[in-house]
Each structure stands twice: as structure tokens, then as C-alpha cells.
């Protein structure tokens, strides 16, 4: 049933919609525009380990424990979470250990079930908590700084951006969009430019090593380019 | 401040819409796939967000809570219950008449005898109202009549996790929403800078009786109504600091372009929803400010620390979590949620109830005076107490100087002040032994009733479907406790 309304005209149109059709039918239950939805946890961490090439695709195996704040075990139950390396941080979401006394916050955060009882459809919510996993948890951060260092591979500015646009969203910006991005780029790299240690420090959050031979202004310049992508809305949905 | 459950006119939400419909499994899992039951209680307008509930039920008497769980379950018998008449029975096995079959737990219940244990400490009545208070709480004893003392409290169940949940959520399997999260989700936001519901953890001396972020959690209904736990230490609130590096100058720069895409991606889709998404970041930015601006105590006077205790100065313990709470409310943040664990005492009683009493009988008693002082106790409601209450009887020897006591579901007290609540009476009574309520039970249902009464809500009228019924705080049950309202 699932394959059925997956592949239907119905299901694979567009979700965009006029102000008209907005007004008459602002939920869709008349399916006149296609589904529109955000991503949930597993898929918003699962896509930014995917787009900046850090995502470890090894199948199954025991629970892993990726980057969480310190002292939340202990704060509660007086236990300490022993935080994971290399591979185990960037695994498929599905293989985090799952506690359910004090479960990964910024899987929660995101609508995740704590796994009390069966859910038989998530909530999918926007808070400003989810805002501050996406701009401050250093999972993010990290990935940030890898799709900006795959953006430094192509040549001009505009190239750049276009690239990890097209990255995060599967097309191409418009002008406007571009030129936004460009701006975003220019104010950062004037601020690093003041800073180069700073740049420094964004680049080392995380435990993966830096890349050789990019210029640390221009890269912490595009991961905030690349940060910023992650928080776009069309990057969190689906259309 | 501006807040949408008091300012009339609110329109329907979207959630309001869907639970009218009423849909299969099928029906709701092509609705889930096509995206047509998103559930995000964001109006477009603002950060704010509103609540279910267009206008109150009833009149409300309060408009924010602060509820003061003291996690373990505080002896009643040793802080409001005086029972003269345990002296005299002292070492007295419990009388099957007065236990009448209540089930025990593995602690106690394959123990030889159960000595019945009056407590060492003494006790006086105080202020006009006369409350019987121990000399454990000297300061909560001139605060008396300020109080609501509800001596006849009693809960379904014996063990901590369980009788917590059924506490904070109505029900002893976890997996529903918590009252903040209720509360939330029906009131909606009354703040534009913080979180609707707050939450912040300290702990006793000794080892205690973990907890849970369930607790504070959102159930069933949408994460946005979850507890947002503020913590001690670096981050007051998680992934709350910019990442090394990154000063404030630079995320304003990369909001206002991030906005600047998102307002774009709004003018072609139309969707709200990016509207919804654009004022969660803004306010993500301010709460970088407010949180850190809520939590430095350093513009408090030394009035301050006089009144709450040196240990306010220090971040993370209860008397600093009070002065905290304070100043959250103050701030107009509607479910303030601290926990206090290790009240659990099973052994060495007497000498580990007094290091739990020096830790919070000042800083509760100075948060009623403080808000008092402030003209905030009439419209904020103060919480004091646990899960359960404490056995008449030892858990393990009773000698002359320590015993202990096991968990007791039958009767235990709590207090409550400010926001709609009589000030001044002690309300229920429990037998001489001190085992079983005598007068006006309270069942934890009917505390969560007259709860959401005080706030403005009907109990029975606040609810969720979900698996294909409604839901609500008390469930099935619970009725408002009128005698103990103003």
C-alpha cells in the first residue's frame, strides 16, 4: 500500500501551490499539490552525514554513541555516557544507543518517540530547540565544515555555492538565492579575515581531521555557508 | 507581556481543525505520506505560539506554576503530619486493622516486624493558623500562613518511577505528556524570549533515587510542548552557545541571510510553515541572550543571597534553582518544573532528613516571600512536594536514635501557595498512626484537576487523541478540590 501511494501521479506532484489553492484548501485534503513534510530526526542527521561525506555506511553490529553534551547520564542516573570515536560517530542515526531514561536530546528534539509506547504517526514540529541543534551541536558544526571543504573543490565563488546549493536541495539556486549566499560569504570572510584563530577554532569542532591545504578564512567563511544550507527550510522538508 | 491564552479573538489551529476529523489507519497514514496533518502549532505570527484553547474555561487565579517536586518522598511524619500518638506505641508492631492488606514493597514486606517509629523530631503549631510544622522547617514555619497544607494526599503507586509518572503525567506507564506539557500545549506561549516550560534538577547529599527526561516529556503531543531543562555549567540550556570560533556578529549575519532564503522559498511555496520556521530561528537568537541574561545572578542584590542562602551563589543546587525559578517567572514563563532528588530514606532517617530539610527549607520558604514581595504570589501557584509519602513503621531496626522508613502510597502532604489557593489552612487528616487518611482524601487526579482549574481550565476539556481516544491529564478521573481554593 505503501509502494501504491509512493509511486501514484497523486503522490509525485509538486508541492507547491498557488495562494488560491492555499485558501481553499490549506491542508490538502483535496491532494491537489504533492506532500510537503519534515524530514524526521534520523533523516535530518542521516542527510547532513550523507552530503558532507562523512556518513559511515557500514550495516549493523551494536548501538553506537555519537556526540552528546556532557553529564546528562550522570545528572540524572549518576552514570556516564561513554561517547564514541571515529566511525561510531558518523554511523546511520538508527544505530545510536538509545536510552530511554535520557534519550539523545537532539534526536528528541526533533519529534523521535522516547520509545515509551507505540506511536503510530510522529508529530513533526518546528521549535527554536531544533533551531539550536542545527546551527550549535558540533555534529552539525563538523558536517558543515566537510561540505565547505567540498565546495572549496570548485573554482569561482559562484561555482562554489552553486555546487553545495545543488548538494543540499538537488538544484540549482536562482539569482536571488545566489546572490543571498554570496553575501552570507562575504560578510563571514571579512570577519574571519579579522580572526584568522577563530576561523581556526570553527574548523576543529569535531573529531575529524582537517584537510590539508585549504585556506582557513575561506573554509570557516563556507561552513558557515554550509551551516546556514542545513537550516534552510527547503533542506529539512521534503517537497 | 503578550499572552495569547488571556487576549480573546485567537482563531482555530490546525490541530484544532484535524481533531474534529475523525480518520481511519488508513486515512491517517495516506494523510501522514501526503503531508496534509502536519501538526506544528506555529501561527505564522510571531514566536509565541498559541495554545488549543481559544479562551479559558473558567476565570483563571493563576498564570504560571512553580512546581517544587521534592523527588524520593519526604516523610510526612518527620515535616507536617504530627502524630503524639506514635510516641506511645512506640515498637508496636503495625496492626493488621490499620494496614488492612496494603500491599508493601520487597523492602519491608518479608521484614519480621513492622516497629512503629514516631519521629525524633518535635513540633509546634505556627502563625495564626495554627499549622503543625517541625523544627526541621524553621523557615517554612513562618511562612505558615501562607500556606496550603494538604495533609491527606495519597497515590496508586508504591515505587518511585511509577508514582512520578502518575504525578507529572496521569499515569503510572510512561508515555504520556507531562502537566507542563499540557499546559502548554492548551495555553500555548506566554513568551516571547523563553520556553513555556522550564525545568531544573538538583540533588541531595546522598546517592539518590535517579529521574527521568521523560518526566518533562512531550508524550504524544508535538516536541514544541516539551520541558526545556536549564542546566548548571557552560550551556545553560543544550547547544545553547554559539560553536568556538563563532562570535555573536557573525550568527546574526548568517540568520539574517538564512532568513532572507527561507522568506524566498516562502514567496514561491506559500507555505506558513517557512514563516513558522524563520520566527524558531529568531527566537533560537534571542534565547542566546535571554538564557544567559535569566541565568547570571550577578545584578541580584546580597538581599538576595541573605534571603535564599549562600548556596544560591552556587549554580546547580536547589536554593540557586529557587532564585532561578524566581526569576523565570518573573520573565512570565508558564510551567516552571524543579526537582530536588534524595528524599528516599529508607535508612539512617533521622540524620539524612535534616541534610535534605537545611538544603530546601530556606530556599523554598524565601521563594514564597520573594515572589510575595514582588506581588507575583497572586498570580503564580508554588507546588511543594513528592511522589509518596513514608511508612509509620521502620524499614530495619528502630533503636533509640535512627530508623528508617519505607515508601507509603495512603497518605503524605504536600503544600501550595499563591495563584487561587487558601492560604492558611491545613486541609485533610490522617489517623493517630498516621497510616490512612481520616478526612478529605486527595487523590493525585484531583490535584491535577484543581490545577488546571486554577489556571483556567476544565480538566475534562483539555485533550489529545490519540490511539483512537482522547486523552487528558487526569484521564478518566480527578475532581477540583473546591474547599482548597479561594
Known amino acids: ?239 | 507581556m503578550s499572552d495569547p491564552f488571556y487576549d480573546a479573538g485567537c482563531c482555530m489551529n490546525r490541530r484544532h481543525f484535524f481533531s474534529k476529523l475523525s480518520l481511519g489507519i488508513g486515512g491517517a497514514a495516506l494523510a501522514f505520506l501526503m503531508g496534509c496533518a502536519q501538526t506544528s502549532d506555529q501561527l505564522a505570527a510571531g514566536s509565541a505560539f498559541r495554545g488549543i484553547l481559544n479562551s479559558p474555561h473558567i476565570a483563571p487565579k493563576a498564570r504560571r506554576i512553580i512546581y517544587l517536586f521534592q523527588s524520593g518522598g519526604p516523610s510526612q511524619l518527620e515535616l507536617f503530619d504530627y502524630k503524639p500518638t506514635l510516641q506511645q506505641r512506640r515498637g508496636q508492631d503495625l496492626p493488621e486493622s490499620i494496614r488492612m492488606g496494603q500491599r508493601l514493597t520487597d523492602m519491608t514486606a518479608y521484614q519480621n516486624s513492622l516497629p512503629l517509629a514516631p519521629s525524633l523530631n518535635s513540633f509546634a503549631q505556627h502563625g495564626n493558623s495554627g499549622a503543625w510544622i517541625s523544627d526541621l522547617l524553621p523557615y517554612t514555619s513562618k511562612i505558615a500562613d501562607e500556606l496550603c497544607i494538604v495533609r491527606s494526599m495519597y497515590t496508586e503507586a508504591i515505587n518511585h518511577d511509577p508514582a512520578i509518572t502518575f504525578f507529572q503525567t496521569g499515569s503510572q506507564q510512561p508515555g504520556r505528556p507531562s502537566m507542563g506539557a499540557w499546559l502548554s500545549y492548551g495555553l500555548g506561549s506566554s513568551n516571547e524570549d523563553l520556553p513555556t516550560f522550564c525545568v531544573l534538577l538538583s540533588r541531595g547529599l546522598q546517592r539518590p533515587q535517579p529521574i527521568y527526561s521523560r518526566l518533562w516529556g512531550n508524550g504524544f503531543l508535538a516536541a514544541l510542548h516539551q520541558g526545556v531543562q536549564f542546566r548548571a555549567g557552560g550551556d545553560p540550556v543544550l547547544y545553547l552557545n554559539n560553536p568556538p570560533g563563532l562570535n555573536t556578529g557573525d550568527r546574526r549575519s548568517m540568520l539574517k541571510h538564512l532568513a532572507r532564503l527561507n522568506e524566498m522559498h516562502y514567496d514561491v511555496t506559500g507555505d506558513p510553515e517557512i514563516q513558522s520556521r524563520i520566527a524558531q530561528y529568531e527566537m533560537a537568537y534571542r534565547m542566546q541572550t535571554s538564557v544567559p541574561d535569566v541565568t547570571d545572578l550577578s545584578d541580584e542584590p546580597e538581599a538576595t543571597f541573605e534571603l535564599y542562602g549562600e548556596a544560591a551563589r552556587t549554580p546547580g543546587t536547589y536554593a540557586a534553582n529557587c532564585l532561578l525559578a524566581r526569576r523565570l517567572a518573573e520573565r512570565d514563563v508558564r510551567f516552571i518544573q524543579l526537582y530536588h532528588m534524595g528524599w528516599d530514606q529508607h535508612s539512617n532517617l533521622p540524620s539524612d532528613i535534616a541534610l535534605q530539610c537545611k538544603d530546601t527549607d530556606q530556599p523554598s520558604a524565601a521563594l514564597v516571600t520573594d515572589l510575595k514581595q514582588r506581588g507575583l504570589l497572586d498570580d503564580t501557584l508554588v507546588i511543594w512536594g513528592g511522589e509518596f509519602g513514608r511508612t509509620n513503621y521502620s524499614q530495619g531496626t528502630l533503636t533509640e536514635t535512627n530508623y528508617g522508613r519505607d515508601h507509603h502510597p495512603r497518605c503524605f502532604t504536600i503544600w501550595m501557595a499563591g495563584g487561587g489557593i487558601k492560604p492558611g489552612l491545613t486541609y485533610g487528616a490522617t489517623d493517630d498512626l498516621g497510616y490512612n487518611i481520616t478526612q478529605n482524601p486527595v487523590h493525585v487526579h484531583d490535584f491535577q484537576a484543581t490545577i488546571l482549574y486554577l489556571l483556567g481550565i476544565e480538566h475534562e476539556r483539555l485533550t489529545f487523541r490519540h490511539q483512537g481516544r482522547r486523552y487528558r491529564l487526569t484521564d478518566v478521573h480527578g475532581h477540583v478540590v473546591q474547599d482548597l481554593l479561594t
Request: proline share 7%; hydrophobic share 35%; aromatic share 8%.
Open chain 1, 1 to 239: 500500500m505503501q509502494r501504491l501511494i509512493v509511486t501514484s501521479a497523486t503522490y509525485r506532484q509538486q508541492s507547491e501551490a498557488t495562494p488560491k489553492l492555499l485558501e481553499l484548501d490549506p491542508d490538502n485534503k483535496l491532494l491537489a499539490r504533492g506532500p510537503r513534510l519534515r524530514l524526521s530526526a534520523e533523516m535530518v542527521r542521516d542527510q547532513a552525514l550523507a552530503v558532507s561525506g562523512l556518513l559511515d555506511r557500514t550495516l549493523g553490529g551494536p548501538a553506537v554513541k555519537p556526540y552528546q553534551p556532557g553529564g546528562l547520564w550522570q545528572e540524572k542516573a549518576g552514570i556516564r555516557y561513554e561517547q564514541g570515536s571515529g566511525p561510531d560517530l558518523y554511523r546511520r542515526t538508527l544505530y545510536t544507543f538509545f536510552k530511554r531514561t535520557s534519550p539523545p536530546p537532539s534526536l528528541i528534539t526533533f519529534d523521535m518517540p522516547t520509545r515509551a509506547q507505540c506511536v503510530m504517526r510522529r508529530q513533526r514540529t518546528a521549535t527554536p530547540m531544533q533551531a539550536l541543534v542545527l546551527l550549535n551541536d558540533p555534529q552539525y558544526v563538523e558536517a558543515s565544515r566537510h561540505i565547505a571543504a567540498r565546495m572549496l573543490g570548485k573554482e569561482t565563488l559562484e561555482d562554489q555555492i552553486a555546487f553545495g546549493f545543488r548538494l543540499l536541495t538537488g538544484r540549482s539556486p536562482d539569482p536571488s538565492e545566489t546572490k543571498a549566499l554570496q553575501t552570507l560569504y562575504t560578510e563571514q570572510l571579512e570577519e574571519f579575515s579579522k580572526d584568522p584563530a577563530a576561523a581556526r577554532q570553527l574548523l576543529e569542532t569535531g573529531e575529524s581531521q582537517l584537510q590539508a591545504g585549504l585556506d582557513p578564512v575561506e573554509w570557516a567563511a563556507h561552513t558557515m555557508v554550509a551551516n546556514a544550507l542545513l537550516s534552510f527550510d527547503e533542506v529539512i522538508e521534503k517537497y
